[in-house]
Each structure stands twice: as C-alpha cells, then as structure tokens.
C-alpha cells in the first residue's frame, strides 16, 4: 500500500467511515483559534492527499498526536487525534490580609485574570490589583494588602489615656479621651474607635474653656443662677428675680460656649386685663395661662354658630390692665330658613311628587326606582334651609344570558330567573359529566348590572378494566364498559368471596377515576353452596 492509501485509511479508521473517490484540489488550509499552519506556505491550491501539519498558538499546549490534515475531495479533514488547550499557570496563591476572585475562566488557565481585594480594614498598595495567566505565565508578581490606619490625636489640650507603639491606630483599636486641664471639658465623646476606613468614627474632641458667671451681667438683666462654675457646653438656668418675668421662658436656659455665656433679660412685670369668662364666647387669640398684657390683642367669636356677638370681634389690654372696650357676650339671632330648588332626575328612577317651582325649607319629596333596579340612599329627601339631603341611586339589575349559561355548560338553580337585582345571589349548577373546581363559584352575586359567571369543564369518563375486577375477585352487572363521570356502578363479589362492608361495593366515577373494591377469600366454614343461575351476567 502507498503512503496516500495508508493516509486514507488512518482517516476512514479516525471518522468511523472510508473516504469517497477524490474528485478536486482544496484551498488554503483552514485558519483555526487554537492552533496555526506549521510552515508558511504561498499555496493557493493543494492537490488531494496532501497532508499538513498544525502547532498550537501560544498560550495553548497539545495533547495527544500531531495535528494533521488531509485534503479529501475539496475539503480539509483532520487524520489525527491531537487538540490544543489552553495552558495553565497554577494557582496564584492568596495574598496576606486579602482575597481573590477568578474571572474570565473557571480555572487558572490562558487568559484567566485573577482579581484581588483587600479585606475590611486593609487598602491596596499595589499599583494594580489583578494578575493575568499569558503564554509565558503569570503577568505580574502579586498585590499586597496593609492595614488602614487613623489619624493620631494632634490637639495639645487633650490626653490619650490608651494607645499603642507609634500611634499606629488600626481598625478596631479603641482610644479613652480627657482634658489636661481638669478645669475644662471635652466637647465630644471621652472615647473613640478607628473604623475599617482608617477614620475614627467620630472626630477626636477638644477641650473647651469653662464659664465664669458675672453677679454685675446678672444684677444688670434682672436674673439669678445657682452655680456660678460651669462646664463647657453645661446647661446653666436661670431665674427671674421677684417682681420681674420674661415673655419667652426657653430663654432663661442657656449653654456654656466655649467660656462665653448669653445673659437672658427680665422685665418688671405688667398688669394684666382680666380673662374672658362667658361661656359663650370662644377666644381665638391667647397666651399661656391667659396673661393678657398691655397691646396684646384677642379675636373673639360665638361658640354656637347661630348666636351673634352684641360687640365687636377684636379687643386689646389697654396699659391700665383694662380691656379697651367690655368683652361682648352672644346672643340669639333669627335666620331666615331658604328653599330649594326642585330636586335633579335621578337615572333609572322617579320622584312620587308632582314637581313645584320651588319647595319650602323642610318639604320632604319620595322617590322610587324602576322595576329590579335597586334603591340606594333613602328613599325619602328632606330640603335643609337651601339644601336636598343626599340624593338617592338605582342600582343596575344583572340581565341572565342564557347563551353565556349555556357556553359555560351551566344551567340555572331556578330556570324561571331572568332577572336579578343587585347585591342578590344567583345560583348556578353543572351540566351532567361536567364540574367545577369549587362548588363556591357556582353561586355568583348581581353587583350593579355585573354578574361573572361560573364555568364548568368536562369530566373524564371511567373505563371498567378487566384487570381489575377479576384482580380484586369482583364483577358488574354492566352492558356497557363505560362510566360517565358521577355515574355509580355496583360490583358483587365471586362466589366464596366476600367483603368487610358491602357499602364498599358501590363505586362512584369522579372525573375519570373509579375506586375498585377488594373481595377477600372466605373461610372454609363461612362458604356456603349456592342456588345454581340459569345465566351468567355480563362481565366487562
């Protein structure tokens, strides 16, 4: 055999199947992802039997035999068992106080890119923070993780009672703060922690001067305090002295500011103008605890809105701690009732009243809705000074539609309703061998004109199977050796056979299924002979 026929059936025993009669040249060898023409070649055309040889592209190993091809009638096929795969570079390997995740790739092969991330607390000081497996391996040596630090404490005023070599402050480590000077007082927490993000997680306090309070400042606003010594940021409060008051009493609770202190002003009390004390009047401007004073103004009105006030409806406290005028008091007033206009059409309904031009403060008009449409409201409206009570509704009865009844292999409970007011129940039942999943369903409610109606489907019929009658040593008295769906069959026992309960041998077909029952052997003693039957049932 010659080296072509010996290519040939290489290629037959590698396909599975002989190569057809070679019948043209092909062209340039195919140019493949993972592999590449061993040798250039300038060759448009390649005669058939020709053979080439393929190497892997970089980044890609072979496994198995040298790849090779032949060219077979046009068309290059491949006469060894060889591939190329993509090389692998091995596991990176963790980095201290980091992690990684595989991208590109499901495995540490050509092309795969490994991405690190620093764990909470830590920051990347590389300059990159991913690795490339290449031909020639990894791309770059890799990343590494330090720890984010916080911050030291810088402000002179102020100790660090608990630190560490350095003052290298970590995620996690906790410093306790105070003052140098035990006079004054952190305006902040006396401790602090450094977050994952190497920053505390509040900024470090300072300490502020305390406040000296002034006898002259206070003699001069009228006040007295307590404490004459207070902390930085120390709630400091004040009092009036006798005989004098402040309008805004938020004002006489003051905070220590970084050693300065704001002195609220007391003011010789006024007299005051009596409160308002009928009943009858609602003020509709006052003050705490009523202390009208000189040029304060109140607004006044009648609790009962039918009452009117015999004065005016503004007053003002007069320097003398008098009203400028006696407060009113109420008294009644007479309103002349309105009528009302002819109550509008109502849809679907009629007023019981002949209509007049106009109806008295009081008249009350009837009304009524059209045979099967429902009267919502009342049924009777009363005119209110100008104004009709609410007027009524008729609500839309449900119309039966017997082609829906029937498309939906329904029929109706009682077949005389055609039909039905609203809110009222109609009940529906199944066809025969038809049913549906919730009986629920088949009883629908009117509701303004709109009336869903249930669908049945199809039951399955039951087929009476041989196997099992004569496998549970039983028979039916049947002609037919189908069971519509709901319909019952009675099965008897073979003879010197019999059953617990003989209500079991009723069986009842439920869309296409149909319990057998199970006939046991009786005991010798229990079999008794029976009467001869001149014939035999049928037996499905």
Same mark, same amino acid.
């Given at each position: 055999?010659?080296?072509?026929?010996?290519?040939?059936?290489?290629?037959?025993?590698?396909?599975?199947?002989?190569?057809?009669?070679?019948?043209?040249?092909?062209?340039?060898?195919?140019?493949?992802?993972?592999?590449?023409?061993?040798?250039?070649?300038?060759?448009?055309?390649?005669?058939?039997?020709?053979?080439?040889?393929?190497?892997?592209?970089?980044?890609?190993?072979?496994?198995?035999?040298?790849?090779?091809?032949?060219?077979?009638?046009?068309?290059?096929?491949?006469?060894?068992?060889?591939?190329?795969?993509?090389?692998?570079?091995?596991?990176?390997?963790?980095?201290?106080?980091?992690?990684?995740?595989?991208?590109?790739?499901?495995?540490?092969?050509?092309?795969?890119?490994?991405?690190? @991330?620093?764990?909470? %607390?830590?920051?990347?000081?590389?300059?990159?923070?991913?690795?490339?497996?290449?031909?020639?391996?990894?791309?770059?040596?890799?990343?590494?993780?330090?720890?984010?630090?916080?911050?030291?404490?810088?402000?002179?005023?102020?100790?660090?009672?608990?630190?560490?070599?350095?003052?290298?402050?970590?995620?996690?480590?906790?410093?306790?703060?105070?003052?140098?000077?035990?006079?004054?007082?952190?305006?902040?927490?006396?401790?602090?922690?450094?977050?994952?993000?190497?920053?505390?997680?509040?900024?470090?306090?300072?300490?502020?001067?305390?406040?000296?309070?002034?006898?002259?400042?206070?003699?001069?606003?009228?006040?007295?305090?307590?404490?004459?010594?207070?902390?930085?940021?120390?709630?400091?409060?004040?009092?009036?002295?006798?005989?004098?008051?402040?309008?805004?009493?938020?004002?006489?609770?003051?905070?220590?500011?970084?050693?300065?202190?704001?002195?609220?002003?007391?003011?010789?009390?006024?007299?005051?103008?009596?409160?308002?004390?009928?009943?009858?009047?609602?003020?509709?401007?006052?003050?705490?605890?009523?202390?009208?004073?000189?040029?304060?103004?109140?607004?006044?009105?009648?609790?009962?809105?039918?009452?009117?006030?015999?004065?005016?409806?503004?007053?003002?406290?007069?320097?003398?701690?008098?009203?400028?005028?006696?407060?009113?008091?109420?008294?009644?007033?007479?309103?002349?009732?309105?009528?009302?206009?002819?109550?509008?059409?109502?849809?679907?309904?009629?007023?019981?009243?002949?209509?007049?031009?106009?109806?008295?403060?009081?008249?009350?008009?009837?009304?009524?809705?059209?045979?099967?449409?429902?009267?919502? %409201?009342?049924?009777?409206?009363?005119?209110?000074?100008?104004?009709?009570?609410?007027?009524?509704?008729?609500?839309?009865?449900?119309?039966?539609?017997?082609?829906?009844?029937?498309?939906?292999?329904?029929?109706?409970?009682?077949?005389?309703?055609?039909?039905?007011?609203?809110?009222?129940?109609?009940?529906?039942?199944?066809?025969?061998?038809?049913?549906?999943?919730?009986?629920?369903?088949?009883?629908?409610?009117?509701?303004?004109?709109?009336?869903?109606?249930?669908?049945?489907?199809?039951?399955?019929?039951?087929?009476?199977?041989?196997?099992?009658?004569?496998?549970?040593?039983?028979?039916?008295?049947? @002609?037919?050796?189908?069971?519509?769906?709901?319909?019952?069959?009675?099965?008897?026992?073979?003879?010197?056979?019999?059953?617990?309960?003989?209500?079991?041998?009723?069986?009842?077909?439920?869309?296409?299924?149909?319990?057998?029952?199970?006939?046991?052997?009786?005991?010798?003693?229990?079999?008794?002979?029976?009467?001869?039957?001149?014939?035999?049932?049928?037996?499905?």
């Amino acid at each position: 055999m010659n080296v072509l026929g010996l290519m040939l059936s290489v290629g037959a025993v590698t396909f599975g199947c002989a190569f057809p009669q070679m019948k043209g040249s092909c062209k340039i060898p195919p140019r493949l992802e993972h592999m590449e023409l061993l040798g250039a070649s300038v060759q448009e055309s390649f005669p058939m039997g020709h053979v080439v040889h393929y190497t892997c592209r970089p980044g890609y190993s072979r496994y198995g035999a040298t790849i090779k091809m032949i060219c077979s009638e046009g068309t290059w096929l491949q006469v060894s068992r060889g591939e190329c795969k993509k090389k692998r570079c091995g596991n990176p390997g963790d980095i201290e106080f980091g992690t990684f995740e595989l991208k590109n790739e499901e495995d540490f092969v050509f092309g795969a890119i490994v991405e690190y @991330s620093c764990e909470p %607390g830590y920051q990347m000081v590389s300059k990159y923070n991913s690795i490339e497996c290449t031909a020639g391996g990894w791309s770059r040596d890799l990343p590494h993780c330090e720890a984010k630090l916080c911050p030291p404490v810088v402000d002179d005023s102020v100790r660090v009672l608990s630190t560490i070599h350095d003052e290298e402050y970590t995620a996690g480590h906790v410093i306790n703060l105070k003052c140098k000077n035990p006079n004054k007082k952190l305006n902040g927490p006396s401790q602090i922690h450094c977050t994952s993000n190497g920053t505390w997680n509040i900024d470090p306090p300072t300490c502020k001067e305390p406040c000296a309070v002034s006898y002259s400042k206070m003699k001069q606003h009228n006040i007295q305090v307590k404490n004459y010594q207070i902390k930085h940021n120390e709630l400091i409060t004040f009092e009036c002295i006798p005989r004098y008051e402040i309008l805004d009493h938020k004002n006489l609770f003051q905070k220590c500011n970084d050693g300065v202190i704001t002195y609220p002003t007391c003011h010789l009390k006024a007299k005051l103008c009596p409160p308002v004390v009928d009943d009858s009047v609602r003020v509709l401007s006052t003050i705490p605890d009523e202390e009208y004073t000189a040029g304060h103004v109140i607004n006044l009105e009648c609790k009962n809105p039918n009452k009117k006030l015999n004065g005016p409806s503004q007053i003002y406290c007069t320097s003398n701690g008098a009203w400028n005028i006696q407060p009113p008091t109420c008294k009644e007033q007479k309103l002349k009732k309105q009528p009302c206009f002819p109550p509008p059409e109502v849809l679907f309904g009629e007023w019981m009243r002949k209509k007049k031009e106009m109806y008295d403060s009081g008249s009350t008009i009837k009304f009524k809705c059209i045979s099967y449409y429902k009267l919502q %409201g009342k049924k009777e409206i009363k005119c209110r000074n100008g104004t009709w009570d609410q007027l009524p509704a008729c609500l839309v009865p449900c119309i039966l539609n017997s082609n829906y009844i029937k498309g939906n292999n329904t029929d109706l409970v009682n077949a005389k309703e055609k039909y039905v007011e609203h809110n009222k129940n109609v009940k529906f039942k199944c066809l025969r061998t038809f049913a549906i999943s919730d009986v629920k369903l088949l009883h629908v409610k009117c509701l303004n004109g709109t009336l869903e109606y249930p669908k049945c489907v199809k039951m399955e019929p039951c087929v009476l199977n041989d196997n099992y009658l004569k496998g549970n040593n039983t028979i039916v008295n049947a @002609s037919k050796k189908y069971l519509e769906h709901d319909e019952t069959v009675k099965f008897k026992c073979l003879p010197t056979f019999n059953i617990s309960d003989s209500k079991l041998l009723n069986g009842k077909c439920l869309d296409g299924k149909l319990k057998y029952p199970k006939c046991v052997k009786m005991a010798p003693d229990a079999i008794t002979v029976q009467p001869s039957v001149q014939s035999e049932p049928n037996i499905y």
